[in-house]
Nanobody, 128 residues
Framework: QVQLVESGGGSVQAGDSLRLSCAASGRTDTTYPMAWFRQAPGNEREFIAAISRLGINTYYADSVEGRFTISRDNAKNTVLLQMIRLLPEDTGVYYC?????????????????????WGRGTQVTVSS
């Protein structure tokens, strides 16, 4: 079993920055693609960013491209999401997720079905 714990959320003003962290524990002997999703009240959980198992490839939703950066440190079993120039529409609960398998086509990284393990989320609130 794998446990994912997110941290780093908070309440900020528009234009501010935050860095989210996801710590993985449990069966971490093999690396897997990881992702961040976001869910705003009344909305479905949406894809934000993903990173391949070795960190070579990254994928972003159009809404965050150029403002968010996903990275990983496999030695520490952590995945980070650096967020700059935050907007009120970035408000939501941010979830870290680990993929079911080690390899996916590029188009599959944004799909919720790709991910098997999920954290409990961390709240990000951006005020205008």
């Amino acid at each position: 079993q794998v446990q994912l714990v997110e941290s780093g959320g908070g309440s900020v003003q528009a234009g501010d920055s935050l860095r989210l962290s996801c710590a993985a524990s449990g069966r971490t002997d093999t690396t897997y693609p990881m992702a961040w999703f976001r869910q705003a009240p009344g909305n479905e959980r949406e894809f934000i960013a993903a990173i391949s198992r070795l960190g070579i490839n990254t994928y972003y939703a159009d809404s965050v491209e150029g403002r968010f950066t996903i990275s990983r440190d496999n030695a520490k079993n952590t995945v980070l999401l650096q967020m700059i120039r935050l907007l009120p529409e970035d408000t939501g609960v941010y979830y870290c997720a680990r993929a079911r398998d080690t390899y996916y086509r590029n188009s599959e990284y944004a799909s919720r079905d790709t991910y098997q393990f999920w954290g409990r989320g961390t709240q990000v609130t951006v005020s205008s």
